[in-house]
T-cell receptor, first 113, second 108 residues
Framework: NAGVTQTPKFQVLKTGQSMTLQCAQD?????MSWYRQDPGMGLRLIHY???????DQGEVPNGYNVSRSTTEDFPLRLLSAAPSQTSVYFC????????????FGPGTRLTVL | GIQVEQSPPDLILQEGANSTLRCNFS?????LQWFHQNPWGQLINLFY???GTKQNGRLSATTVATERYSLLYISSSQTTDSGVYFC??????????FGKGTRLSVIA
């Protein structure tokens, strides 16, 4: 098992550009989520999904879109990048949302100039 | 939603020392987990422990759900234990809420 994979590892964008952060898992997990990590802030939830075709907003969803067309993939889209979106982004998955161990991907470090 | 607070925010230890990290949460929990983020940024799940006590080598964790806290014990610390330790919890079938972490530095 590859576990949770994320691409790219690093990305630099200019303000206003769009991009998609990829996340995939091969553990047949129903639940997937995206977090951002900023210095001194811990991890904050952006969006999550409890299964294919179902997504919901987390604590900081503005400026981000998600979709879940398959169980395996959960891409995060930045529509028009802003410097405030400079952060490290983590994708996580588990069998269920509330009662299961979460597994994290290696992260994507994004810089918006 | 549930609030998660961790203490201390920073901790410096001599190699071989023991330490206790604390996590307080504001509501009853269905899910409580401890994670270690190593200096390279990787997040590793240490314990899934909504109640009771678990041990894994030099690490152990105890959650007292009725009093709304969890403790992570690190014994005989090693330099490889350095990093940030996060506690995360939820009060139902909802996403995990993370504390701000405890940054641990173990000095040889």
């Amino acid at each position: 098992n590859a576990g949770v994979t994320q691409t790219p590892k690093f990305q630099v964008l200019k303000t206003g550009q769009s991009m998609t952060l990829q996340c995939a898992q091969d553990m047949n997990h129903e639940y997937m989520s995206w977090y951002r990590q900023d210095p001194g802030m811990g991890l904050r939830l952006i969006h999550y999904s409890v299964g294919a075709g179902i997504t919901d907003q987390g604590e900081v969803p503005n400026g981000y879109n998600v979709s879940r067309s398959t169980t395996e993939d959960f891409p995060l889209r930045l529509l028009s990048a802003a410097p405030s979106q400079t952060s490290v982004y983590f994708c996580a998955s588990s069998y269920w949302a509330g009662t299961d161990t979460q597994y994290f991907g290696p992260g994507t470090r994004l810089t918006v100039l | 939603g549930i609030q998660v607070e961790q203490s201390p925010p920073d901790l410096i230890l001599q190699e071989g020392a023991n330490s206790t990290l604390r996590c307080n949460f504001s509501d009853s929990v269905n899910n409580l987990q401890w994670f270690h983020q190593n200096p390279w940024g990787q997040l590793i799940n240490l314990f899934y422990i909504p109640s009771g006590t678990k041990q894994n080598g030099r690490l152990s964790a105890t959650t007292v759900a009725t009093e709304r806290y969890s403790l992570l014990y690190i014994s005989s610390s090693q330099t490889t234990d350095s990093g940030v330790y996060f506690c995360a919890a939820d009060s139902g079938n909802t996403p995990l809420v993370f504390g701000k972490g405890t940054r641990l530095s173990v000095i040889a």
